[in-house]
C-alpha cells in the first residue's frame, strides 16, 4: 500500500510538472504511467519497484555529474521514457534505456548551461564585472535560479536576445522578432527590462550566499 501510494503520488506530481510547461504538448496520465509500469516490469507492483530503482540511479547520475536539481532530472527522464512507450516504443532493458535517455538530457543540461553561461556574461553580470573571478560559479547559480522564476516565454526570450556572437545574434534578434511580430524597440525594451529583473535576482542571490 505504501509504495502505491508512492507511486500515485508522484504520478501525479510529473502530470502537474508536465501541465505546467505551455509548450508541452504530450502530457503524463494515469494511463501512460501504468503503460511505463507494465513496461519496466512486466505488472504494475514490479514495475513499481523497478521504477523506484530506476529514478534512485538516475538522481545519482545527474548528482554525480554535477547537475542542480536531480531529483528534476531524473523525473523528465522518466517523463520521456514514458512519452515514448506511450506512443508504441517496445523497451527490453528499461536500465540501460533509461541511461541512455539520461545522457541525451544530460547534453541539453550542458548546452542550456553553456546558453546561460553566455547570457550571464552578455548581461553584464560576470564576474569580471561585479567581483572575484572565483565568484563566477556562484553567480552562474544563482543566474540558472533567477532564470526559473521568469515565465517560459520570457526566460526563451532573454536567453535568445543574448545568445551567440555578432552576426549570429542579429539573426537571433530578427528571428525573436519575426515570431513575436514585435518592433524592435518594443523587443529591446523588454530585453531591458529582464536583463535588470535578472541582475537584481542575482545580486541579491549572491549577498545572500
Known amino acids: 500500500m505504501r509504495l502505491l501510494g508512492l507511486l500515485v503520488a508522484t504520478a501525479l506530481e510529473l502530470e502537474q510538472r508536465m501541465l505546467d510547461v505551455p509548450r508541452q504538448k504530450w502530457t503524463l496520465t494515469p494511463e501512460s504511467f501504468d503503460k511505463l509500469l507494465v513496461a519496466f516490469g512486466g505488472d504494475r507492483d514490479a514495475g513499481g519497484e523497478k521504477y523506484l530503482e530506476i529514478r534512485s540511479n538516475l538522481m545519482r547520475f545527474f548528482e554525480w555529474r554535477g547537475c542542480s536539481f536531480p531529483e528534476d532530472h531524473a523525473d523528465?527522464?522518466?517523463?520521456?521514457?514514458?512519452?515514448?512507450?506511450?506512443?508504441?516504443?517496445?523497451?527490453?532493458?528499461?536500465?540501460?534505456?533509461?541511461?541512455?535517455?539520461?545522457?541525451?538530457?544530460?547534453?541539453?543540461?550542458?548546452?542550456?548551461?553553456?546558453?546561460?553561461?553566455?547570457?550571464?556574461?552578455?548581461?553584464?553580470?560576470?564576474?569580471?564585472?561585479?567581483?572575484?573571478?572565483?565568484?563566477?560559479?556562484?553567480?552562474?547559480?544563482?543566474?540558472?535560479?533567477?532564470?526559473?522564476?521568469?515565465?517560459?516565454?520570457?526566460?526563451?526570450?532573454?536567453l535568445e536576445y543574448y545568445q551567440g556572437e555578432k552576426s549570429e545574434k542579429i539573426q537571433n534578434r530578427k528571428k525573436l522578432l519575426d515570431r513575436l511580430g514585435i518592433p524592435v524597440n518594443t523587443l529591446r525594451m523588454r530585453a531591458l527590462r529582464l536583463r535588470e529583473k535578472l541582475q537584481t535576482c542575482v545580486e541579491e542571490c549572491v549577498s545572500r550566499a
Open 76 to 158: 523528465e527522464t522518466i517523463n520521456r521514457i514514458a512519452k515514448r512507450i506511450d506512443e508504441g516504443e517496445e523497451i527490453l532493458n528499461p536500465s540501460g534505456y533509461a541511461m541512455g535517455v539520461a545522457r541525451l538530457l544530460l547534453l541539453e543540461i550542458i548546452k542550456s548551461r553553456q546558453r546561460e553561461q553566455s547570457a550571464l556574461t552578455e548581461m553584464g553580470t560576470s564576474s569580471e564585472a561585479y567581483g572575484a573571478p572565483e565568484d563566477g560559479d556562484q553567480r552562474l547559480d544563482c543566474l540558472q535560479n533567477c532564470l526559473q522564476t521568469l515565465s517560459t516565454d520570457n526566460r526563451e526570450l532573454i
